[in-house]
């Protein structure tokens, strides 16, 4: 993942890329935030899964902060990395990245922490499985 602070997107590749659409905006055109949010959600979901083997529970959002708004027919481009784990939980920080129609440049529009937690068929929670 990429610092605070960096210009640019992170090296590895996207979780998940998607375009910004009409039913997602408001009358002006800028992208509802809890749209981003929910994008932001499923790709943070994706590592949890991986790590975990299997169905996990968002439990908690830390320190969103949304830096720029997102257009209709914005590009925005999700990366997800995990950067702690614990008994049960995974936390994943997770970035989205736009890049106008028609422009090369992407700018970093929202990142946050999201907290996952491994669950079992009954819905509570499970240890992580040991790693190989």
Same mark, same amino acid.
């Given at each position: ?6 210009p ?8 998940g ?13 800028d ?12 790709? *943070? ?8 083997? =299997?169905?996990?529970?968002? #439990? +908690?959002v %830390? ?6 708004p997102v ?9 997800a990395t ?14 989205a990245?736009?890049?106008?129609? *028609?422009?090369?440049e ?5 990142e =946050?922490?999201?907290?996952? #937690? +491994?669950? %079992? ?10 790693r190989?």
């Amino acid at each position: 993942m990429t610092d605070a602070l960096s210009p640019c997107p992170p090296d590895d590749q996207p979780v998940g890329r998607m375009i910004a659409m009409p039913a997602d905006a408001n009358p002006e055109g800028d992208i509802f935030g809890g749209w981003l949010l929910a994008q932001m959600d499923l790709a *943070g979901s994706s590592p949890a899964f991986n790590l975990a083997r =299997g169905r996990c529970a968002t #439990v +908690a959002v %830390d320190s969103m902060v949304f830096h720029q708004p997102v257009s209709v027919g914005d590009e925005v481009s999700i990366y997800a990395t995990v950067i702690r784990t614990g008994r049960t939980s995974i936390g994943v920080r997770v970035e989205a990245w736009k890049r106008g129609r *028609g422009q090369d440049e992407m700018v970093r529009v929202t990142e =946050g922490v999201f907290t996952y #937690v +491994a669950i %079992d068929q009954d819905r509570k929670p499970r240890p992580l499985p040991d790693r190989d």
